[in-house]
């Protein structure tokens, strides 16, 4: 668990993945030689902070995004949501601007969020949870699983992984974008168009912690109902754990792919988590295991 720790650590809020990215790049170049298979890297400027590896003949790809919920400092140290952070008094906020590092506590005032610190903080900075990575028993809690879980998962995938395409995105928390380019220069280059969407979904009535990964039905999108059929029938065919999530809210990278004037189809599947969103964010590792074994899996037979 000791690289999810490091990805848990790093500070980069939705709009600013580039630490992040630069952090995957170097675990990549550092690591694929000792992989099964070998990549080919795209992490150029075209890709503006994404990262895309294909690895033999892909015929399907995996999305992970990047980034994470937080707040940008406004004026006199108000803060803006990044996403939708989970804002109670007390939390501590870490980050950067031109004076150095950031610590300080989030603060209610009139309704309004601050962040209490010892100075005036630049404009336009953007502050995160304060990393802390627990291991308590059977859970790992921390800050950002949703969706460095994601990015671990995909990484966990690509040192096995024969055929297949596994895509790093940016800015799901706040709204997307990166994925409406992605699937069109995939599916042109590549001819690839069936997907998984490697993300973190909820704990709910109907999901629970520790009985396996979610495959979700449906959630505020709806995807192709034979597409998600095969998948249900490829995973029944295993031993591993898993759950059948059906929602009418939410949405992750899959939103975009639905949305493209590309014919992609797509499933979202995710270990769920409790306390989303919140610097107690929670995962069973039986979960865990069962989200990295349906994943290898799946690339193989899809």
């Known amino acids: 668990m000791q690289l999810l720790k490091e990805l848990c650590s790093i500070h980069a809020p939705s709009g600013n993945e580039e630490p992040l990215k630069d952090f995957i790049l170097e675990y990549i170049r550092s690591n694929a030689g000792s992989w099964s298979y070998q990549p080919v890297i795209y992490a150029d400027n075209d890709l503006q902070d994404c990262i895309v590896l294909v690895f033999g003949n892909p ?9 994470s919920i937080g707040f940008t400092v406004s004026y006199n140290n108000h803060l803006h949501p990044i996403g939708s952070p989970s804002a109670k008094e007390g939390y501590r906020l870490v980050g950067k601007d031109s004076n150095g590092d950031i610590e300080g506590v989030l603060k209610i005032v009139d309704e309004e969020w601050m962040l209490e610190t010892d100075r005036l903080i630049d ?5 995160t949870f304060k990393p802390d990575f627990r291991e308590e028993g059977d859970f790992i809690l921390t800050p950002y699983l949703d969706d460095r879980l994601g990015v671990w998962t995909a990484l966990e ?3 096995t992984l024969e055929h297949g395409i596994i895509a790093f995105t940016c800015w799901e928390e706040h709204g997307g974008g990166s994925v409406a380019y992605l699937a069109r220069w995939i599916y042109e280059t ?12 909820w704990v709910t009535e109907g999901v629970e912690a520790g009985k396996g990964v979610a495959i979700s039905m449906r ?9 998600v059929n095969r998948i249900i029938e490829l995973a029944r065919q295993t031993d591993i754990p898993f759950q059948l999530e059906v929602e009418g809210a939410g949405a992750s990278d899959g939103r975009e792919l639905q949305l493209s004037p590309y014919p992609w189809d797509w499933c979202f599947i995710g270990a769920p988590e409790k306390d989303a969103h919140t610097p107690n964010e929670c995962v069973h590792k039986k979960d865990i295991e069962s989200m990295v074994g349906l994943y290898k899996y799946l690339m193989e037979k899809l």
């Open 59 to 67: 015929r399907t790809a995996v999305f992970a995004h990047m980034d």
């Open 123 to 127: 404009r336009g900075t953007e502050v």
């Open 190 to 201: 590549f001819h690839v168009k069936q997907s998984l969407i490697c993300d973190i979904t």
């Open 219 to 227: 959630d505020r999108m709806i995807p192709r109902k034979k597409y």
């Open 157 to 159: 995938l690509a040192k």
